[in-house]
């Protein structure tokens, strides 16, 4: 079992900066694919970013050259940097692992999952 914790959400203006941390409570957690997920009011929770094992990474054509992730093993923290924030950003945003090495970008395909950090960008 991995247990996920968010943080670093808040309120920003739009052209900020925010970083989101993913901590885990398992040791393997480096061998984990990890995920970050967002869902905005009345819409469905859609990928954002993703770091395989080998931290070969992946983006959702919206949030390319703004959104940045980063794994830290020594700490079992997977970072989400976000800059030149947009209000289209808004949403809560999950992170979620995976004991697999390939990354995937279906919610289905997550086994654990934090409980969510609210990120709020004012226009």
């Known amino acids: 079992q991995v247990q996920l914790v968010e943080s670093g959400g808040g309120l920003v203006q739009a052209g900020g900066s925010l970083r989101l941390s993913c901590e885990a409570s398992r040791r393997t957690f480096s061998t984990y694919t990890v995920g970050w997920f967002r869902q905005a009011p009345g819409k469905e929770r859609e990928f954002v970013a993703a770091?395989?094992?080998?931290?070969?990474?992946y983006y959702t054509d919206s949030v390319k050259g703004r959104f940045t992730i980063s794994r830290d093993i020594a700490k079992d923290t997977v970072y989400l940097q976000m800059n030149s924030l947009k209000p289209e950003d808004t949403a809560v945003y999950y992170c979620?692992?995976?004991?697999?090495?390939?990354?995937?970008?279906?919610?289905?395909?997550?086994?654990?999952w934090g409980q969510g950090t609210q990120v709020t960008v004012s226009s």
């Open positions: 979620a692992a995976r004991p697999d090495v390939s990354i995937s970008i279906s919610t289905q395909e997550y086994n654990y």
């Open positions: 770091i395989g094992w080998k931290a070969g990474t």
